[in-house]
């Protein structure tokens, strides 16, 4: 049986379960516990055994940005690296995402680790991956007229750091918030499909390619994501 701990406060008795929560749109209003089947939480979510039982990791409200929020995702190739690396991470890490949206110069995911290896490994390395094909793909490419303002400035961000041998592409940090509540889950979800329309990019949610809106409208998106 999976570890839970009660938490109690004068507005609201919950579990929080210490195993990855995968959120259903299931809502309930009292607390109730089946040792067979389900978590309930009261007035937030139902979560099947089933499911969580197929996660090893929490779920994980994340965000990695260029330094100086310099838009180097405005170029199709870069965008692609950025494809390529997750997917890789998927397919050989375990890294399981359940909504994205790559904007021109940061991500948001939700994500999760199906592996003993914690989000924050996974993401060390995808962001050390990238940034050495990025800058490898920026220092040669004759096409790109703000190539010598960029490179100058991810130099300079990586001058002052011992561990950086060259330029710095990201931010330190991914900001990770823990998601648990069906309701906390539903304003991410809608917070990363929604960065494209606030940005005036498109009209709808599921217009803007690079994004898991296109797979939670119905359609095959770039990424394989777990729609919840």
């Known amino acids: 049986m999976r570890r839970f701990q009660r938490i109690y406060n004068p507005l609201v008795f919950c579990i929080r379960i210490f195993s990855p929560l995968v959120v259903s ?11 067979n089947r389900t978590f309930i939480l009261s007035n937030q979510i139902s979560i099947s055994m089933d499911t969580a039982n197929r996660v090893l990791d929490e779920l994980y409200f994340v965000t990695s940005t260029v330094v100086d929020w310099i838009d180097i995702f405005t170029r199709p190739k870069y965008k692609h690296i950025i494809l390529e690396s997750l997917a890789y991470c998927q397919e050989k890490k375990g890294l399981r995402i359940y909504a994205w949206v790559l904007m021109s110069n940061h991500l948001h995911m939700i994500v999760s680790s199906g592996t003993e290896a914690t ?13 050495k094909r990025i800058m490898a793909e920026l220092e040669t490419d004759p096409q790109e007229s703000r190539r010598e303002w960029m490179l100058d400035r991810f130099r300079f961000a990586g001058a002052n750091d011992k561990k950086i041998s060259k330029y710095r592409f990201w931010q330190e940090g991914n900001h990770p918030e823990l998601i648990y509540l069906h309701d906390f889950f539903l304003q991410k979800l809608n917070y990363i499909h929604n960065n494209p329309v606030k940005q005036e990019i498109v009209a709808r ?24």
Not at 25 to 35: A, E, M, P
């Open 119 to 131: 989000v924050s490994d996974i993401l060390r390395d995808f962001k050390k991956f990238t940034s």
């Open 25 to 35: 749109d299931r809502l309930k209003t009292f607390v109730s516990f089946d040792f």
């Open 205 to 228: 949610q599921e217009d803007y390619l690079y994004s898991s809106a296109v797979s939670y409208a119905g359609d095959k998106g770039l990424l394989e994501v777990i729609l919840v």
